[in-house]
């Protein structure tokens, strides 16, 4: 047992029968009355968000799990299936665990977090960003740039990405995968 001082973002928690990670936290200490700490959870089963406060040394149950490094291989539908790097041994899973699956180019490396006890996937984790090649966008025109302007651009994995005007078909580019916006156009 842990108490609400040992929150962090991405600890893992058993609250409510289920199994939840810490999104966001925030200590608050009011002027008046007793501290306690806002947090945002995920639910590793169902995927869903939820928004709950911890009064300050309320006792949370935390689910030990190991980090591995494992590498995207392809999906079908909605199992995506990956290959531990050190094993070699695949796993499968649905596409709700994903936080940004439509980012997620064959051959990328991401984190995934194992429960020890029953040795099930909980969640994954995907690198800051990542390289992906634009396959279609409009053409830009010239003389529009008086604000930051932005076109809808489709990269290879098939997502929609709003990119500035001066990104043309075949340039990599550089996404944010927490928010999956546009960061910056890489030269080769």
């Known amino acids: 047992m842990a108490s609400t001082s040992d929150i962090r973002n991405g600890l893992c928690i058993k609250y409510n029968n289920d199994i939840f990670k810490i999104v966001e936290f925030l200590h608050v200490k009011p002027g008046k009355g007793p501290a306690f700490v806002r947090t945002k959870m995920k639910s590793l089963t169902s995927g869903k968000t939820l928004d709950n406060t911890f009064s300050a040394g309320h006792k949370i149950d935390v689910v030990r799990v190991e980090t591995h490094t494992f590498q995207y291989l392809y999906n079908e539908g909605n199992d995506y299936h990956f290959m531990n790097n050190e094993t070699f041994e695949q796993i499968t899973l649905e596409k709700n665990i994903l936080d940004a699956p439509e980012l997620l180019k064959e051959?990328?490396?991401?984190?995934?977090?194992?429960?020890?006890?029953?040795?099930?996937?909980?969640?994954?984790?995907?690198?800051?960003?990542?390289?992906?090649?634009?396959?279609?966008?409009?053409?830009?025109?010239?003389?529009?740039?008086?604000?930051?302007?932005?076109?809808?651009?489709?990269?290879?994995?098939?997502?929609?990405?709003?990119?500035?005007?001066?990104?043309?078909?075949?340039?990599?580019?550089?996404?944010?995968?927490?928010?999956?916006?546009?960061?910056?156009?890489?030269?080769?």
Do not use: C, H, W
Request: aromatic share 4%; no cysteine.
């Open 107 to 188: 051959g990328t490396n991401v984190m995934v977090q194992i429960n020890t006890e029953t040795e099930a996937p909980l969640s994954v984790d995907m690198p800051a960003s990542i390289v992906l090649e634009v396959t279609y966008t409009e053409p830009g025109v010239k003389g529009n740039t008086a604000t930051n302007a932005t076109k809808p651009a489709t990269v290879e994995t098939g997502a929609q990405v709003n990119v500035p005007l001066f990104i043309n078909e075949g340039d990599k580019i550089k996404i944010d995968t927490a928010s999956g916006s546009y960061i910056e156009r890489i030269k080769e």
